[in-house]
């Protein structure tokens, strides 16, 4: 989102921030100007998957199903890593 750039030249206009580093809280920040997004979208612009991406969690767009893959592929992950967790100590008592 903070690059809305052609293929090659300069950024044409900047229409969001997006912070992938998390805060204090776990929190990765996005700021949107939806007016303008719609604006070029009305123009016929073309998005990339990680802005249709961004888009779709901040419910703009309909959520991309690449997100739904990732968020069950996390739960896996971290139902393993529970049980991992249970195991060692159970095994450590």
């Known amino acids: ?14 229409l969001g921030t997006y912070d992938p580093m998390p805060n204090m809280f776990n929190e990765k920040l996005v700021s949107v100007n939806f007016e303008r997004i719609q604006y070029w979208l009305g123009k016929k612009a ?14 703009f767009l309909p959520i991309h199903p690449t997100s739904y893959l990732e968020a069950t592929r996390n739960r896996k992950k971290m139902a393993e890593a529970e ?5 060692k100590a159970e095994s450590g008592s």
């Open 1 to 14: 989102m903070p690059h809305k750039k052609p293929r090659q030249g300069k950024e044409l206009e900047q």
């Open 46 to 59: 073309e998005i990339s998957r990680p802005v249709e991406h961004l888009l779709g969690l901040c419910g």
């Open 83 to 87: 049980q991992n967790k249970e195991e």
